[in-house]
């Protein structure tokens, strides 16, 4: 057994709170820079431009990216092994997002109730996930998600004769009617299978590997280049203003399935595909 404390815990969430607001991936940096080759729009290319120095500007100057810093979104990885000492584990997840948005000076966008809608004033609660894995290690993944993109998300429950056309139909009319509201360039994710609440935590799974690392199942790995290309030929371009670029990426995640459906998620991500992680 091995202890980790919930202080450490609570430090290393306020931190990576901060981070993934702070700091593009390099693996988005990439991205950005791999459309700006391809780009054919002028207005395009300029928009890609401009988000590559937003992208600086937030690292050098350690300020938000986007005035949306986002649903504190939290995945908690905790080895069969790991004992949290000195307090509950959510408490001290809350508490790290509590004091990362309130020191780090992020927006707080978070209300108490859905419909009596008074903000909570530090970004609380998160939403986290955990799995219990091997090991004596606990892995945290903070991954901030805007308002504008999670809008844009969708789920459907195909007929299983519907296959795999009717997933590519269901992905490609999910980003067209999104448009410019997520602020493409976008991030796909996709989940397929499971059960339905299980298939809208895949796609938001997705949305965490790195950009352009294609899935180890070569089918779904098509897949993925299929979904893109159609995706980019729609034409919204940077910003929603027209051109190539629409998505950097297509991540699909699949799981087995009931013989009577065939769950579909699409969870999309703005340009600002924010988060960082650490292991204790």
Known sequence: MRLVDTATITATVAELCQKANYELGEDV??????ALGQEISLTGRDILQQLLENARIAREEQVPMCQDTGFAVVFLEVGQEVVVSGG????????GVRRGYQEGYLRKSIVDHPLRRKNTGDNTPAVIHTRIVPGDKLKIIVAPKGGGSENMSGLRMLKPAEGVE??????????RAAGPNPCPPVVVGVGIGGTFEKAALLAKEA????????????????????????????????????????????????????IASLPVAVNINCHASRHKEAIL
């Open 29 to 34: 940096l990439a991205a950005f820079k791999e």
């Open 207 to 258: 949305l965490l590997r790195p950009l352009g690392q294609p899935h180890p199942d070569t089918e779904i790995a098509c897949l993925e280049r299929e979904l893109l290309e159609a995706i980019n030929n729609l034409g919204i371009g940077p910003q929603g203003l027209g051109g190539r670029t629409t998505a950097l990426a297509v991540h699909v995640e699949v799981f087995p399935c009931h």
């Open 88 to 95: 509950d584990l959510y408490e001290a997840v809350n508490e």
């Open 166 to 175: 009717g997933v590519k139909k269901f992905v490609i009319e999910q980003v």
